[in-house]
């Protein structure tokens, strides 16, 4: 593998790829578990939101894990329902009801581990051409070797800003601090100005 | 009872100070991530998020 960036230790950064090699904690083998059903049945997914910086070691928790799920028909969606079976639905029990009360009406279901009802994965299908930007432009993560796909990064810090309480502008400028040498900024700066958050990029980020 | 004046301006003044700090730190603790082994500090994360 062309290893094009080296960013901190132990960390390798492609335009593809990025692979990490760490101490993982309770939310990382919740996502792990859950984005492995997915991964065995070719499912296209990406992991948004909170999520991506503490997988890069932002010290906080989060209750749930956003994540875009591409439009399934009904027969694939309930395999992926049955395959699911260490977890639990917590808004309907019904597979019928989640895919068409919720899932084709652009709402969201969540998954917990069985008997719980946090950490949960919210997951929803795109309803918007950035949703489905974010899924065809996928980014690879190898985290101790198991697959993850999150969002660019590029898109994920402007997406930060834009939705804008403190929790997420910090969440921003972690990313940023992390990988701004690496970043394709032309695009970063394209999606700030698409979002019209240049003056929020400025004031806090640079 | 009477209550306090409060100058929201003022607030707000002090909430974008308090915030600025936070954000400060988050640079330094990014900073630390970068230049510590993954081991140490997914290591340390670990104690806050389990």
Same mark, same amino acid.
């Given at each position: 593998?062309? &290893? ?41 997914? &990406? &992991? ?7 997988? @890069? ?22 395999? %992926? ?5 260490? @977890? ?28 719980? @009802? ?66 394709? %900024?032309?695009? %970063? ?18 | ?50």
């Amino acid at each position: 593998m062309l &290893v094009n960036h080296v960013l901190f230790v132990e960390l390798v950064f492609t335009k593809e790829l990025i692979e990490i090699n760490k101490e993982l904690n309770s939310l990382d083998e919740f996502v792990i578990e859950f984005t492995s059903v997915l991964n065995k049945l070719n499912i296209n997914y &990406v &992991v948004i939101s909170g999520y991506v910086s503490i997988l @890069f070691g932002r010290s906080r928790s989060s209750e749930d894990i956003d994540l875009i799920l591409e439009k399934l028909d009904f027969e694939k969606f309930s395999i %992926l329902w049955k395959a699911l079976a260490d @977890f639990d639905c917590i808004i309907t029990s019904d597979v019928k009801n989640a895919y068409n009360e919720y899932l084709i009406d652009g709402q969201a279901i969540r998954f917990a581990k069985k008997d719980t @009802f946090i950490p949960n994965i919210e997951l929803k299908f795109p309803k918007t051409d950035l949703d489905s930007w974010v899924l065809a432009n996928k980014k690879e993560v190898l985290l101790n070797k198991k697959q993850i796909y999150i969002s660019q990064i590029e898109l994920q810090i402007p997406f930060k800003l834009f939705l804008g309480s403190e929790k997420d502008i910090e969440d921003a400028k972690y990313l940023y601090d992390l990988f701004k040498d690496k970043l394709d %900024l032309p695009l %970063l700066n394209e999606f700030n100005r698409k979002l019209n958050i240049i003056g929020l990029f400025d004031k806090y980020l640079r | 009872m009477k209550l306090p004046e409060i100058d929201l301006k003022e607030l707000n003044k002090l909430k974008e100070e308090n915030f600025k700090e936070r954000l400060a730190f988050v640079e330094k603790y990014a900073n630390w991530v970068k230049n510590s082994s993954n081991k140490k500090w997914s290591s340390e994360q670990k104690k806050i998020i389990n």
